[in-house]
C-alpha cells in the first residue's frame, strides 16, 4: 500500500490541496453569505447586476435593475423589458472558487500564483458582467432560446474561458510547466 502512496504523490497532493482549498473558500463564502438576512441580496451579487446594467446602457436607455421586493435578486430590464433576475449563483463567485482551488493545487511560486489568482478571478469576473448583458440582450431577441442559452450556451463559455485560464497556468506558470518553453 505504501508503495502506491509514493507512486501517486503528486495526484494525491493534488487532490487533497484541490478540495482543502476549495472546501475553505467555500465555507468561507457561505460565512460571507451567512451574515446577509434571508431576502437581501449580498454585496457581490449587486455589485454584479450594477455593472451588468451599466454595460447595457452603452447599448440602450431603456435597460436597468430593480432590486425584487420578495425575494433576493436583482431584477434585470432590457429595452424596458424585464428579461431576467440575478441571483446569488450569477456572480461569478463559485467559479472563481474553484479556479483559485485549481490554481493553488498546481501552485508555483507564490508571487506568479497570487498575481494569477488575482487577474484571473477578475478576468472571470468582467467576463461573467458580459456574459450576463449578453444573455439578456439575446433573450430579449430570441426568448425562444432561453433554455440553450442560458443553460448550454453561457454556461460552455465561462467554464471555457476557465479551462484556457487553466492551460496556461499548468503550462506557463505552474511548478510543473516546461522550462525549455520560452
Given amino acids: 500500500m505504501k508503495k502506491y502512496f509514493i507512486l501517486y504523490k503528486p495526484f494525491l497532493l493534488f487532490l487533497g490541496t484541490f478540495f482543502l482549498t476549495y472546501i475553505v473558500l467555500t465555507f468561507l463564502y457561505q460565512q460571507y453569505l451567512n451574515g ?3 431576502n437581501q441580496i449580498d454585496s457581490v451579487t449587486r455589485m454584479v447586476s450594477e455593472n451588468t446594467e451599466q454595460v447595457l446602457l452603452l447599448f440602450t436607455d431603456g435597460s436597468s435593475i430593480e432590486e425584487s421586493t420578495t425575494q433576493p435578486y436583482m431584477k434585470l430590464f432590457f429595452n424596458e423589458k424585464y428579461v431576467a433576475r440575478i441571483v446569488e449563483g ?12 485549481f490554481v493553488v493545487a498546481f501552485s508555483g511560486r507564490l508571487q506568479t500564483t497570487l498575481l494569477f489568482i488575482f487577474g484571473g478571478s477578475l478576468l472571470i469576473y468582467a467576463l461573467n458582467v458580459l456574459r450576463i ?11 425562444k432560446q432561453e433554455s440553450l442559452l442560458h443553460e448550454v450556451l453561457f454556461p460552455l463559455y465561462i467554464y471555457g474561458v476557465v479551462f484556457i485560464l487553466w492551460l496556461i497556468w499548468v503550462r506557463k506558470f505552474s511548478r510543473y510547466a516546461s522550462k525549455d518553453s520560452k
Fill in 133 to 143: 448583458a449578453a444573455l439578456s440582450a439575446l433573450i430579449f431577441y430570441f426568448p
Fill in 90 to 101: 450569477c456572480n461569478s463567485i463559485s467559479v472563481i472558487i474553484l479556479f483559485i482551488s
Fill in 36 to 38: 446577509f438576512e434571508e
